[in-house]
């Protein structure tokens, strides 16, 4: 059995953490790989953040005629070469994957890599799954930073029926005349623009009765009544089987207003993502779990077991990639000066969905304000009251705020339309540092005419006493 000073499960945000402080540091490094190419980097990489934002701003390129049109430039789309979209996505993601992999494997001799699954089999003890053979590793100190992967639904004929995830839409041979989407979260959301900006005629299942359902309520409604322009949605509805016929898979839905049976040629699974600590046998090694399948951590993303800690998906209730960042800065800080700790939380949390329109958000909702008994005030700023806003001549955006009415501290902040996801970050810094809704607005100059008065306008509406 090899023994080390450390050893960390993933690729991902876990392999951020080895810096030249940890030149003198047995590692081993254990990798089972992500998507269909098994890439070294971790899910953001390969099949998440970065490709998929890739493929939105190429969406978003591919869907100027329509915007175009607004502003009376005629604009025309005659077609979306998908081959060459892809392949420039990834001809630029596959080199920095297999150079991170050759990094860690040819370049640093005090790092092992190891690809394969892993499951422990004690305290910091685990077996590891390879091509030739399991090996058994042990260590000082482990890192769990395993990731997470697409949850799959239990629904007769799915496993048979051809199905992709994110993991493998974006490698997809050619584009489809029509898709199945089901779910009605961010991944959902995300990949169905790209999909029906390029042409496809995308279908959107959801089991509810709205999309983004975790957003504020005016978010959601707002950005469920726009989708319906461009997909064809299916709310209220429970698939109850899937099948393939040749180049066609059949779904049958079940919903208030009877049966349905729709049809496309390709099917992608967005229903939500799952922590992958239930293929660690995670209890083996002392490590409890949440009552989410998650690994349970602490303030210092210590785990129950004496010198494991756990970062990202694996672990936390966000699957953000800025989160699970900096949770490995954390952990980083923590290896290195175990009598010196420092904390993860304390830190608001912003997250941004990458859809048409986008969407950002901070920070409570109204519906969790009023749940949890907070007295708050709100305001409403639509796009279309500000400048810029009148020249994109856009009608549907807007930003709502919440904030406490006597000390105007922020509470909230919810953006739907261009450059949400931009636009949100002031609020967060306020947000973190205390900065109240009064100062913010009055403090400092807002430059005329920029987007930012959107943010500005909010601030100054919201009722304060």
Same mark, same amino acid.
């Given at each position: *059995?090899?023994?080390?000073? &450390?050893?960390?499960?993933?690729?991902?945000?876990?392999?951020?953490?080895?810096?030249?402080?940890?030149?003198?540091?047995?590692?081993?490094?254990?990798?089972?790989?992500?998507?269909?190419?098994?890439? /070294?980097?971790?899910?953001?990489?390969?099949?998440?953040?970065?490709?998929?934002?890739?493929?939105?701003?190429?969406?978003?390129?591919?869907?100027?005629? $329509?915007?175009?049109?607004?502003?009376?430039?005629?604009?025309?789309?005659?077609?979306?070469?998908?081959?060459?979209?892809?392949?420039?996505?990834?001809?630029?993601?596959?080199?920095?994957?297999?150079?991170?992999?050759?990094?860690?494997?040819?370049?640093?001799?005090?790092?092992?890599?190891?690809?394969?699954?892993?499951?422990?089999?004690?305290?910091?003890?685990?077996?590891?799954?390879?091509?030739?053979?399991?090996?058994?590793?042990?260590?000082?100190?482990?890192?769990?930073?395993?990731?997470?992967?697409?949850?799959?639904?239990?629904?007769?004929?799915?496993?048979?029926?051809? #199905?992709?995830?994110?993991?493998?839409? !974006?490698?997809?041979?050619?584009?489809?005349?029509? !898709?199945?989407?089901?779910?009605?979260?961010?991944?959902?959301?995300?990949?169905?623009?790209? #999909?029906?900006? /390029?042409? =496809?005629?995308?279908? =959107?299942?959801?089991?509810?009765?709205?999309?983004?359902?975790?957003?504020?309520?005016?978010?959601?409604?707002? /950005?469920?009544?726009?989708?319906?322009?461009?997909?064809?949605?299916?709310?209220?509805?429970?698939?109850?089987?899937?099948?393939?016929?040749?180049?066609?898979?059949?779904?049958?839905?079940?919903?208030?207003?009877?049966?349905?049976?729709?049809?496309?040629?390709?099917?992608?699974?967005?229903?939500?993502?799952?922590?992958?600590?239930?293929?660690?046998?995670?209890?083996?090694?002392?490590?409890?779990?949440?009552?989410?399948?998650?690994?349970?951590?602490?303030?210092?993303?210590?785990?129950?077991?004496?010198?494991?800690?756990?970062?990202?998906?694996?672990?936390?209730?966000?699957?953000?990639?800025?989160?699970?960042?900096?949770?490995?800065?954390?952990?980083? @800080?923590?290896?290195?000066?175990?009598?010196?700790?420092?904390?993860?939380?304390?830190?608001?949390?912003?997250?941004?969905?990458?859809?048409?329109?986008?969407?950002?958000?901070?920070?409570?909702?109204? $519906?969790?304000?009023?749940?949890?008994?907070?007295?708050?005030?709100?305001?409403?700023?639509?796009?279309?009251?500000?400048?810029?806003?009148?020249? *994109?001549?856009?009608?549907?955006?807007?930003?709502?705020?919440?904030?406490?009415?006597?000390?105007?501290?922020?509470?909230?902040?919810?953006?739907?339309?261009?450059?949400?996801?931009?636009?949100?970050?002031?609020?967060?810094?306020? *947000?973190?540092?205390?900065?109240?809704?009064?100062? !913010?607005?009055?403090?400092?100059?807002?430059? @005329?005419?920029? *987007?930012? $008065?959107?943010?500005?306008?909010?601030?100054?509406?919201?009722? &304060?006493?």
């Amino acid at each position: *059995m090899s023994h080390f000073d &450390l050893i960390i499960l993933g690729s991902g945000s876990g392999n951020s953490i080895l810096d030249e402080r940890f030149a003198d540091w047995k590692v081993a490094i254990i990798d089972k790989g992500v998507g269909s190419r098994g890439s /070294f980097g971790g899910t953001c990489l390969n099949v998440g953040c970065i490709p998929t934002k890739m493929f939105v701003h190429t969406a978003d390129v591919a869907g100027s005629p $329509e915007a175009g049109a607004r502003l009376g430039v005629d604009l025309e789309r005659r077609g979306v070469d998908w081959p060459a979209v892809r392949d420039r996505i990834f001809g630029r993601i596959d080199p920095i994957a297999d150079a991170g992999e050759r990094f860690r494997a040819e370049e640093q001799p005090n790092v092992r890599l190891l690809r394969g699954n892993a499951r422990f089999t004690g305290l910091r003890k685990l077996s590891v799954e390879l091509p030739d053979g399991d090996v058994t590793v042990s260590a000082d100190r482990v890192v769990v930073a395993a990731g997470s992967r697409p949850r799959l639904p239990p629904i007769p004929g799915l496993a048979e029926s051809g #199905f992709h995830t994110s993991d493998s839409v !974006m490698r997809l041979e050619r584009l489809p005349e029509r !898709m199945i989407v089901l779910g009605s979260g961010f991944v959902a959301a995300e990949l169905a623009h790209v #999909f029906a900006s /390029f042409g =496809v005629a995308v279908t =959107v299942v959801a089991r509810f009765g709205a999309l983004l359902r975790g957003e504020d309520a005016a978010i959601s409604q707002r /950005f469920t009544e726009l989708a319906s322009r461009h997909w064809d949605l299916r709310l209220n509805r429970k698939v109850v089987g899937v099948e393939r016929d040749g180049e066609v898979v059949r779904l049958r839905l079940d919903g208030t207003d009877g049966a349905q049976t729709i049809e496309a040629e390709e099917l992608l699974v967005a229903v939500g993502r799952v922590s992958n600590a239930d293929q660690l046998d995670a209890t083996v090694g002392g490590l409890e779990l949440t009552r989410h399948g998650q690994i349970a951590v602490d303030a210092h993303q210590k785990t129950t077991a004496e010198g494991v800690w756990a970062l990202g998906d694996v672990s936390s209730e966000h699957q953000l990639k800025h989160v699970a960042n900096h949770e490995a800065r954390i952990v980083q @800080h923590n290896l290195l000066h175990p009598h010196e700790p420092i904390r993860s939380d304390g830190l608001v949390v912003p997250h941004a969905v990458f859809s048409s329109p986008q969407i950002a958000s901070v920070g409570v909702t109204e $519906e969790q304000a009023r749940s949890r008994g907070l007295d708050y005030v709100s305001a409403v700023q639509d796009y279309a009251g500000i400048a810029y806003g009148w020249a *994109m001549e856009d009608t549907t955006g807007f930003a709502k705020l919440l904030a406490e009415p006597d000390t105007g501290r922020l509470l909230g902040a919810h953006i739907i339309g261009p450059q949400a996801a931009t636009l949100i970050q002031p609020l967060v810094q306020a *947000m973190q540092f205390g900065l109240d809704a009064r100062t !913010m607005a009055r403090g400092q100059y807002w430059i @005329h005419p920029a *987007m930012p $008065e959107l943010i500005e306008n909010a601030l100054l509406k919201l009722p &304060l006493r």
